[in-house]
């Protein structure tokens, strides 16, 4: 017998991670980038200024493109992106919209999410909490058929963690000097399908057979 079980476990994220970037227009590229860098410049001066290292600061995807929708005349865009992780959730937002100020009419934040930085000690409950599902249905089941559980022939583990949380797009420049940024939870889930083989005998107490000993 085949059966799938799920489990959950719930955590505190630990680490933030800021996309933020810079947009700025001029009358050819060069203009544009010097704009969008001199401002990812400022940004990245508050973010030191923070604390924040260097190492948990990266250049994320990077454009130009021309724009004549707006007067008619073409225009060059220049997006510069950078990515910031943040180890301390609770001061996230202030140093976030503190860089975001700080790099003027440019700046750009599109978006903060929440993650944990090591899933290990709620992934091992979830799988726990997975495995235990997995031997209750196959219990359930025995029983149903009046068999008994025999011994585990193999163990696959299936599932995924869930998506981190993620706060809408912010476009512009920041109107204070912190973004909210609550930490809640995040939930670790896994799976698990287990193949049992039949025992000797049909089950004539409560149906655990060998499961009981598995749990």
Do not use: N, Y
Request: glycine fraction near 12%; aromatic fraction near 2%; include cysteine.
């Amino acid at each position: 017998m085949t059966v799938t079980g799920s489990g959950e476990a719930e955590a505190v994220p630990d680490t933030a991670i800021a996309d933020l970037g810079a947009e700025a227009r001029g009358a050819d590229a060069e203009r544009a980038l010097a704009e969008a860098g001199l401002c990812i410049d400022r940004m990245r001066a508050v973010l030191r200024d923070a604390g924040v290292d260097d190492l948990s600061m990266r250049t994320t995807q990077s454009s130009t493109w021309t724009d004549g929708s707006a007067t008619g005349s073409s225009r060059v865009v220049a997006r510069l992106g950078l990515q910031v992780t943040l180890h301390d959730v609770a001061v996230a937002g202030d140093v976030v919209g503190a860089a975001v100020v700080a790099g003027g009419e440019p700046a750009r934040m599109d978006g903060i999410r929440l993650e944990i930085s090591d899933p290990t000690e709620p992934r091992a409950r979830a799988r726990e909490a997975a495995w235990a599902d997995a031997v209750a249905r196959a219990t359930q089941w025995a029983t149903l058929s009046g068999r008994r559980l025999g011994e585990v022939q193999w163990v696959t583990e299936g599932g995924a963690d869930a998506a981190p949380l993620r706060m809408g797009r912010v476009m512009g420049v920041a109107k204070a000097m912190s973004v909210p940024v609550e930490a809640g939870q995040q939930t670790v889930s896994a799976e698990v399908t287990v193949r049992w083989a039949w025992g000797d005998g049909a089950d004539h107490g409560d149906g655990l057979g060998s499961a009981r000993s598995l749990g």
